[in-house]
């Protein structure tokens, strides 16, 4: 593998650069000689030659940035900030690879320079600037993920700066933030550091290196002597970096109210000149998350509408639910919620999740209220059965909604009733019977594969791989399965399983007037072993070690005249089923590539990696754009005044 060294051809160009040739020669106490500020004027062409074996090697950084995408989970959609970023290796790497929304920050004016001239010469769009860590220029809630990598925490003279570092993070960080920090294992420096050593870093320049353990075993004190072979001595300079170890890291990033705080282990790097690599040699990487609310944003004096949004009670038991309970993704999913509805200018958001002293509240903010935000999708008290109480309540109090009335609720609740309604008006549904709770024999009346579901029922509840039967004995299970496991007592329903493709799509609006009709997506089962069958149900949803979690929806590849038939029939039904303002049809092929109706579900899920949101990304629209259509199609229909484009 050929040496991958930059000779930085600015040099003379840089000689105005302040750097001392002094040499003080024998040093018997290192630490004296350390500046505070140290930090302030080492960072310069100097450093990028004395570690260009890290940090000018592009393999080490496209490995990095390979490792820190996995462990962090990284979306091209995240806010990043990488912070210390130096001439921004990382930062560009990123970037390169289709991540649009990366911002760099350095104290080193040099670096900073260099890192926009890659930027611009590559045409990459990252936003670098100058400025110190203890004290970010952003606002609260800006970031979804915070890097801090290659051994760039640990300079300042006291702990305490580095907590206000921590403490700047936590404050830029989004709720449900990610920080990744890659920093020197103190444990194995303490142990194996290297008193003096040299090198050549090039054919020209060679450094000398001494260290040692400062007075108080926190730190690690480094001389460096760079001198040139015709030149002489460049520069002798002294520095000092905090000895972090897992458990001072660990107790640090709680002080700063960090939570969820993991060790990935250890990250050496792949120097082609391999000899000594000081701090960089082994580093470990921990990641923590930060929960708290968002920040309350301070608008300028105007009249904001009142909307009051009603979600689902997290105190009480959530019977679809694994565990019966709300989780940390349902928490993280009211959070992005409440990201989104806070980007919206001109409205003020009250959230009420007690559903205890639900009709108590509402009554006391009536006249305050301009428009309730339904997204009480759990039903009232969480029960399912009870989705449609909360727009009754509401219509009951005379106060405005989004989303769909009882009747609607009612009606799509029931999939037999909207089989029949779909029947009605010509539009196919697989066959299908219906088994009452007292039956105690089944007529068979239709062909096997058959899919078993309860007839009554939301979010994929009771539908497991089980449900798809291929004999008799396997229906009787999977009956038994409903009844027992699930304590599922109505009715059930068994179709036809239909082998096409499984398909949905959204509509948000209210036709004819005014609305838009997502993009059709599909179910990709490619990643599922060959013996499971291709549907979306509870472990789909709900289980995070099912190879169900694999499923992807992707744009689907219909024919012109099979998506046309759909969108007509989602329009007829939306209209025939008083669906508002926001709803989700799901569809199926059958082996022929006929289409054909599974369910209406109206107010269908809003969380930000719901099957809506999908759809909305598809054609381009954010979840926060998507969030903010739904409201601003119940104002039209409502005939409430459309903010103009000021407050929008």
Avoid at 184 to 195: K, M, N, S, T
């Amino acid at each position: 593998m050929d040496k991958r060294i930059t000779i930085d051809k600015t040099i003379p160009q840089l000689k105005k650069e302040k750097i001392k040739k002094r040499m003080l020669g024998p040093v018997l106490n290192l630490e004296e000689h350390v500046k505070p500020d140290w930090w302030r004027t080492i960072f310069n062409f100097l450093y990028l030659k004395t570690d260009a074996d890290v940090v000018d090697d592009n393999n080490i950084t496209r490995q990095e940035v390979d490792l820190f995408s996995e462990i962090l989970k990284l979306s091209p959609e995240d806010n990043i900030l990488d912070l210390c970023c130096g001439q921004g290796r990382h930062s560009l790497e990123l970037a390169r690879r289709g991540f649009t929304y990366i911002h760099g920050i350095d104290r080193s004016h040099y670096l900073v320079q260099k890192a926009k001239a890659k930027a611009k010469k590559e045409g990459l769009s990252v936003k670098f600037r100058e400025g110190d860590a203890r004290k970010l220029s952003y606002p609260p809630d800006r970031f979804d993920v915070v890097i801090l990598l290659g051994n760039s925490f640990g300079y300042f003279e006291t702990i305490q700066d580095d907590l206000r570092v921590l403490k700047e993070v936590y404050r830029v960080l989004k709720p449900w933030g990610k920080l990744l920090i890659d920093v020197a294992d103190g444990v194995y420096l303490r142990e194996h550091f290297q008193p003096r050593s040299w090198e050549w870093i090039d054919k020209k320049y060679f450094v000398c290196r001494e260290r040692s353990i400062s007075l108080d075993k926190q730190r690690l004190i480094s001389r460096e002597l760079i001198a040139h072979v015709e030149k002489g001595l460049i520069t002798d300079q002294f520095y000092a970096e905090r000895l972090y170890t897992h458990e001072s890291l660990n107790k640090l990033l709680k002080t700063a109210n960090f939570s969820d705080i993991t060790l990935h282990g250890e990250i050496s790097p792949d120097s082609q000149r391999n000899q000594d690599l000081g701090m960089m040699e082994k580093r470990i990487i921990v990641t923590a998350v930060v929960r708290k609310e968002w920040t309350p944003l301070k608008r300028k004096k105007e009249l904001p509408k009142n909307v009051v949004v009603v979600l689902g009670d997290p105190t009480k038991p959530d019977l679809l639910k694994p565990l019966c309970v709300f989780d940390d993704d349902d928490f993280y999913t009211i959070d992005q919620l409440k990201g989104a509805l806070r980007n919206m200018r001109g409205y003020q958001f009250t959230y009420f999740n007690n559903h205890d002293t639900l009709l108590h509240d509402m009554i006391k903010m009536k006249s305050k209220i301009d428009i309730v935000f339904n997204l009480c999708d759990e039903g009232y008290n969480n029960d399912p059965r009870k989705e449609f109480h909360i727009p009754s309540l509401l219509e009951m109090l005379g106060i405005l909604y989004t989303g769909s009335g009882p009747q609607c609720l009612a009606y799509c609740y029931d999939k037999s009733l909207v089989r029949g309604i779909a029947k009605e008006m010509e539009i196919s549904v697989p066959e299908a019977f219906f088994i009452k709770p007292e039956a105690s024999t089944i007529e068979l009346p239709l062909d096997f594969p058959a899919l078993v579901k309860p007839n009554y029922g939301d979010a994929s509840f009771g539908i497991t791989q089980k449900s798809v039967v291929y004999s008799l004995e396997e229906l009787v299970n999977a009956i038994s399965d409903m009844r027992e496991k699930f304590g599922y007592d109505k009715p059930i329903l068994v179709e036809e399983f239909l082998t096409g493709k499984d398909l949905s799509i959204g509509i948000i609006g209210n036709p004819p007037e005014s609305y838009r009709v997502l993009p059709v997506i599909e179910e990709d089962y490619s990643t599922l072993p060959p013996e499971l069958p291709r549907i979306c149900g509870y472990e789909t949803k709900w289980l995070p070690e099912s190879p169900y979690r694999n499923v992807k929806s992707i744009p689907a590849d219909l024919t012109e005249n099979i998506e046309k038939f759909i969108i007509e029939c989602c329009l007829k039904l939306f209209e025939r089923l008083e669906c508002r303002d926001y709803c989700r049809f799901d569809w199926r092929l059958d082996a022929q590539g006929n289409p054909k109706l599974l369910e209406v579900n109206p107010n269908p899920g809003w969380c930000w990696d719901g099957h809506l949101a999908k759809m909305a990304a598809v054609a381009g629209i954010s979840y926060d754009e998507m969030i903010k259509s739904i409201l601003m199609a119940a104002e039209q229909r409502l005939g409430i005044q459309i903010l103009d484009d000021k407050r929008s």
